[in-house]
Structures are given as C-alpha cells and as structure tokens.
Nanobody, 122 residues
Framework: VQLQASGGGLVQAGGSLRLSCAAS????????MGWFRQAPGKEREFVAG????????VYADSMKARCTISRDNAKNTVYLQMNSLKPEDTAVYFC????????????????WGQGTQVTVSS
C-alpha cells in the first residue's frame, strides 16, 4: 500500500491542523492506520492509531486530549485532527499502515508514507 501524507504547515501555538493521508494500491479497509511524528534530534514516536473499520482508536498519552484520528474508507484516507498545538508538537508527521490481523495496540507498522512538516510557532 502506498501512502501520501499532506496538510502540514506553519501554525501559531493554540491553533489547529488537520493532516490527511491518502492510500492507494491495496484495499484500504484491510489495514489499520497510524500516525507518527519525529522532531529534530528525536526518535520517531507514535501519535495515534485507528482500526481497519474505524471503530477502535488508540492514542499516545501526550496527544490524547488534543488530537483525533479518523478515517474514510470510501475515500481511502485517514485523518489526524490536532488542536491546541504547542511548539513542542513541531515535527515531521508520518502516516503508516499494517495489516488488520495485527494488534492495533502495537506501534509496529510496516508501510510508511513520506512525512509532512508541522511547525508550531510560539
């Protein structure tokens, strides 16, 4: 499955962004989807995941109160709505996929898209 993330940009602290990730190449509804981020000089970290059907979601504690992951299987797209953004949210955000038979709760993913830069100014 090929993944293409978009929607990043420059936003002021306290603002919001919605990231999108369009999938192609395979049946989208066969995959759990996730979002990760990597800040400069830091390791990549898990942000949120959503099950193949969209009925189940998981979040990193640091983002749970400020973001919502969703998907539209008819559009082969997964979204990440982020609110109350902080400068420490500045990072490259990646979408990822894994087969639906794998545990959603695991942050191990096997297909990756290119990242989209999110920069939050203070």
């Amino acid at each position: 499955v090929q993944l293409q993330a978009s929607g990043g940009g420059l936003v002021q602290a306290g603002g919001s962004l919605r990231l999108s990730c369009a999938a192609s190449g395979r049946t989208f509804s066969n995959y759990h989807m996730g979002w990760f981020r990597q800040a400069p000089g830091k390791e990549r970290e898990f942000v949120a995941g959503i099950s193949d059907s969209g009925r189940s979601t998981v979040y990193a504690d640091s983002m749970k109160a400020r973001c919502t992951i969703s998907r539209d299987n008819a559009k082969n797209t997964v979204y990440l709505q982020m609110n109350s953004l902080k400068p420490e949210d500045t990072a490259v955000y990646f979408c990822a996929a894994k087969g639906r038979l794998l545990r959603l709760s695991s942050d191990e993913y096997f297909y990756w898209g290119q990242g989209t830069q999110v920069t939050v100014s203070s």
